[in-house]
């Protein structure tokens, strides 16, 4: 992600299709080249969250493309399963 052209606008978070991305409330970044603030997918990862499966894994059973992009897929803890 170029934090040079970032707006803080979130629509890169409602567009992925996979939610692997995340926004907090770290916004006030300040560097003195524009190397430093072009970020690399090691710089990007969050923390799983309880109940996250590390990535990569396979998708949930019975579940689709549409109920990850819906966000309707559950934990593999969870007995409702996806909703």
Same mark, same amino acid.
């Given at each position: ?23 907090? =409330? ?35 059973? =019975? ?17 409702? =399963?996806?909703?």
């Amino acid at each position: 992600i170029n934090y040079l052209r970032c707006i803080g606008c979130g629509l890169c978070i409602e567009a992925c299709p996979t939610r692997a991305l995340t926004m907090t =409330g770290e916004y006030e970044m300040a560097d003195d080249n524009r190397a430093g603030l072009i970020y690399g997918k090691d710089q990007l990862l969050a923390p799983l969250q309880p109940g996250m499966a590390a990535p990569p894994h396979p998708m949930a059973p =019975g579940t689709t493309d549409d109920d990850y992009y819906l966000g309707r897929v559950a934990p593999a803890d969870d007995p409702k =399963g996806a909703s």
